[in-house]
């Protein structure tokens, strides 16, 4: 039987999940300190509680730290985000292209930003981690139906937001 | 359309006819671009191997885990051994010390308070050391002789019945289907089947097959023949008499048309199995054949 407690194995579990759990934490506060923080908090207590928590159990319990970490910070801190890469690798469009493109990013962020916490990580998780609705789902502790109702409300007030409905 | 239909819609989950009408809806375009614009968006940069440095470096800082488990396990054996300790100091107080003999062999037993117990083949002795000063009590399966120091009662337990003396010296012999004490010196006192016998010295008291045997030859000399290395015998069953040849010798006896309810008086060696031999089957006029470690005794045959 594989244990978490077995170095190898704690170090497997942590490549596969610490980026996911950074960037979970990362789009509910926008900040990367605290997203930091909860990858370490959340795999300490991992490794405190490694003989408890089987490894397939491990994922699903650093998501809970690491949520649960946050719990009773103010929501209403303010939140800004840059995810918007802004990359201007399409250096082949023209000036005027270019210059649309970054104001839409400019906008999506805004919107982003504010979008109720919850929405924003689906959202987010879906578009830049891939993630399933299941998975979210997973990781919030919530129903699929919910997930897709985040995920609905996201979309119509990004959309009405960006173009200035 | 159906409930969240935008979230169907980005996770590719519409039916076509959903689809078409979705694509037909004016806002369709502005949610096109939506989707393809965040598919391309990106999260900060996250340094995996830096945090998983970091967070070892806590975990090696934080020793809760680390300390506490090894610590735990030692108590669970310090605990362990604590119970087995206590336990088998009691048990063995209980059950005492054990001093047994093979065959063909004798033993010296020095008690606490310098009684001595000499052991005959195949016996065993079992008493407690630890509350030898309040009670002198010693259990015994097979035969012994005992000279007790003076003091407070001394007790010997057999299936067949306990002697207790105060100052002595006796032989026990508890053997199967035997039982006979014999008192050398002071007074002896045996309990048999809950009847009390007093046992004056140069007296002995004997039980085969749970009869008592009455009106006994006195015993000769001040310790039993046994001591001497000699086995005697005075109107026993032959069957004991062979029994007691087998625990002296180490071997297996086997009998062919012997009656071996025939009682025979008389002393074997116990160092010289051959004359030993010859001393039981001369007197019975029994013929014996040596084979390794078997003994056959049968009669004689007149024809012979």
Redesign the interface.
């Known amino acids: 039987m594989s244990n978490v407690c077995e170095d190898q194995i704690f170090?497997s579990i942590?490549?596969a999940h610490?980026?996911t759990v950074?960037?979970y934490i990362?789009?509910k506060f926008g900040n990367?300190e605290k997203?930091?923080d909860a990858?370490?908090e959340a795999?300490?207590k991992l490794?405190?509680n490694c003989?408890k928590v089987s490894p397939d159990k491990a994922k699903s319990f650093v998501y809970t730290v690491a949520n649960n970490l946050y719990l009773n910070v103010i929501k209403a801190e303010k939140v800004r985000l840059?995810?918007?890469?802004h990359?201007n690798d399409r250096s082949n469009e023209s000036p005027e292209f270019l210059m649309e493109?970054q104001e839409?990013?400019q906008k999506?962020d805004d919107a982003l930003n504010a979008l109720p916490e919850n929405q924003r990580t689906t959202?987010?998780l879906?578009?830049?981690?891939g993630k399933?609705?299941a998975e979210i789902a997973e990781m919030e502790g919530v129903s699929v139906?919910a997930?897709?109702?985040r995920?609905?409300l996201a979309?119509?007030s990004?959309?009405e937001k960006?173009?200035g409905i | 359309m159906q409930e969240n239909y935008l979230a169907k819609w980005l996770s590719g989950e519409l039916s076509e006819e959903e689809l078409a009408a979705f694509k037909q809806s004016a806002e369709h375009q502005s949610f096109e671009r939506l989707k393809e614009v965040s598919s391309t968006m990106k999260a900060p940069k996250f340094d995996m191997d830096q945090a998983l440095e970091r967070t070892k470096e806590t975990i090696g800082s934080a020793p809760k885990v680390i300390t506490l488990k090894p610590y735990k396990a030692f108590l669970r054996i310090a605990a362990v051994v604590a119970i087995l300790l206590v336990g088998s100091y009691f048990y063995l107080g209980t059950l005492g010390e054990t001093v047994s003999t093979d065959f063909a062999e004798n033993t010296n037993v020095i008690l606490p308070d310098d009684s001595e117990i000499i052991l005959n083949a195949a016996s065993q002795i079992t008493y407690s050391k630890k509350n030898w000063d309040k009670e002198r009590n010693i259990n015994l399966e097979g035969e012994a002789f005992f000279k007790v120091a003076k003091g407070k009662k001394f007790t010997v337990a057999t299936d067949q019945g306990t002697v207790a003396v105060l100052g002595t010296q006796f032989n026990v012999e508890n053997r199967e289907g035997f039982f006979e004490v014999t008192c050398y010196e002071g007074l002896v006192s045996v309990t048999h089947n809950n009847k009390e016998t007093k046992l004056p010295a140069g007296n002995s008291f004997l039980v085969i097959n749970g009869k008592i045997i009455s009106d006994l030859d006195k015993p000769t000399g001040n310790t039993p023949s046994w001591m001497q290395n000699e086995s005697s015998f005075n109107s026993i069953p032959l069957q004991f008499v062979y029994a007691e040849l087998e625990r002296q010798f180490n071997i297996k006896v086997t009998t062919e048309n012997v009656d071996t309810n025939l009682l025979f008086t008389g002393s074997f060696n116990n160092t010289n199995l051959e004359m030993a031999l010859k001393s039981i089957s001369t007197p019975s006029q029994i013929r014996f054949k040596v084979e390794d470690d078997n003994v056959l005794f049968y009669a004689g045959n007149t024809s012979k």
């Open positions: 170090s942590f490549k610490s980026k950074f960037n990362y789009y990367e997203a930091n990858v370490q795999f300490v490794w405190e003989a840059k995810y918007a890469d990359s493109e839409y990013k999506l959202f987010l879906n578009r830049i981690d399933k609705y139906k997930i897709e109702k995920m609905h979309l119509k990004l959309r960006i173009d």
